[in-house]
């Protein structure tokens, strides 16, 4: 009988959490209670920005804070709105990218398996792979998409968390102030 390896845990607590995540973030959907916490901080403003930015990171809630942003930004300063946002969305996105860095590449390479693994590892070595995976990574951490699939780009291409930080603030802060931008001109 073969036994079960240290990282078949891993993968199976790594998998546990993003299911209990998806869980609770679909809970929290149908309950409103996002909606009701980012409608709640559009009065606050810069603080609302805040809580807002934080939620512009996940899947499940970018269109929510997405809509508040904007809101925010036509009654406000867009920069203050970009700053106090895109200081949220570091928040929010430092907190899945310590879960992500090291963990998903260390997940994929497993599941891929040994032939597999060569070639893939052939592929991250390339000096192509390591200056555009993060490019990308950090264009769709500027875009209204979901975060999740950005940082997972850049944790995959190595990056530490100092220089995670500011990728991180500077391309929230573009896309929360085009954001500003577009909702100010309509």
Do not use: C
């Amino acid at each position: 009988m073969r036994s079960i390896g240290p990282h078949h845990h891993t993968i199976v607590k790594d998998a546990a959490i993003v299911f209990f995540s998806v869980i609770l973030a679909f809970v929290l959907a149908k309950t409103h209670i996002v909606s009701d916490i980012l409608m709640s901080s559009v009065e606050l403003e810069l603080v609302g920005s805040f809580i807002a930015g934080m939620f512009f990171t996940s899947v499940f809630t970018v269109a929510m804070s997405t809509v508040t942003l904007a809101q925010i930004a036509k009654a406000n300063s867009i920069i203050l709105v970009a700053l106090f946002g895109s200081a949220g969305a570091l928040l929010g996105d430092f907190i899945i990218f310590r879960f992500v860095k090291d963990r998903v590449a260390e997940d994929l390479m497993y599941l891929l398996g040994v032939v597999q693994r060569r070639r893939l590892a052939s592929i991250f070595r390339l000096k192509l792979f390591r200056y555009l995976t993060p490019l990308i990574g950090a264009l769709i951490i500027a875009s209204p998409l979901p975060d999740e699939l950005g940082i997972a780009m850049i944790g995959l291409s190595r990056i530490e968390t100092p220089v995670f930080i500011p990728i991180s603030l500077l391309f929230n802060f573009l896309g929360i102030l085009l954001i500003g931008l577009i909702a100010q001109k309509i």
